[in-house]
């Protein structure tokens, strides 16, 4: 809840840009993570978690199962 006070939404849940290009030395030259899987994960990583897949934000119904919905108020 303190990231989602200071502003951190699901778009600011990435990795750095160099890892969806491929490697370019290693046992894993030329491999890289592909942004739709990565993206996929993240969806199932928030429903897994109680986050709103859209935003990254704890669900209302979390915060109310967590005894968090009384001290938490989420404004988007």
Do not use: A
Not at 44 to 55: A, I, M, N, S, V
Request: aromatic content about 10%.
């Amino acid at each position: 809840m303190y990231l989602v006070r200071e502003g951190i939404r699901r778009e600011h849940d990435n990795l750095p840009s160099r890892y969806f290009q491929p490697m370019p030395l290693g046992k894993n030259k030329g491999k890289k993570i592909n942004i739709q899987s990565f993206n996929r994960m993240l969806d199932e990583y928030y429903q897994l978690h109680g986050w709103d897949k859209r935003t990254g934000i704890p669900t209302k119904d979390t915060l109310k199962r967590l005894h968090l919905d009384e001290i938490c108020s989420i404004e988007v």
